[in-house]
Nanobody, 119 residues
């Protein structure tokens, strides 16, 4: 059974930092493209960042230079370091695993972790 378990969310003041973790079981994260999505209240879920199997990274324009996605293969975990947070970053954040071939395997979602940026 595959599980993606996010942690690290919480409330932080503007300008602060948080580090989100996505601990995977049942899959090896290095064999998947791993992504973080955010969903703000009343809005659609949007891609925040992704890391490919070979380690290439991509970021949404609004988080470039502030967020860093990384992968800890030894811990089978994907991280999202979020710095210089602002109120627009307030959202639920979800971890997502994209399989190598969607013909044979469906993607996986975590349950989400809430991030609130407020003074």
């Amino acid at each position: 059974q595959v599980q993606l378990v996010e942690s690290g969310g919480g409330m932080v003041q503007p300008g602060g930092s948080l580090r989100l973790s996505c601990a995977a079981s049942g899959i090896i994260v290095s064999r998947y493209e791993m992504r973080w999505y955010s969903q703000a209240p009343g809005k659609q879920r949007e891609l925040v960042a992704r890391i490919t199997r070979n380690g290439r990274t991509y970021y949404r324009d609004s988080v470039k230079g502030r967020f860093t996605i990384s992968r800890d293969d030894a811990k089978n975990t994907v991280l999202l370091q979020m710095n210089s947070l602002n109120s627009d970053d307030t959202a639920d954040y979800y971890c997502y695993a994209d399989p190598p071939d969607l013909r044979y395997e469906s993607p996986y979602w975590g349950q989400g972790t809430q991030v609130t940026v407020s003074s």
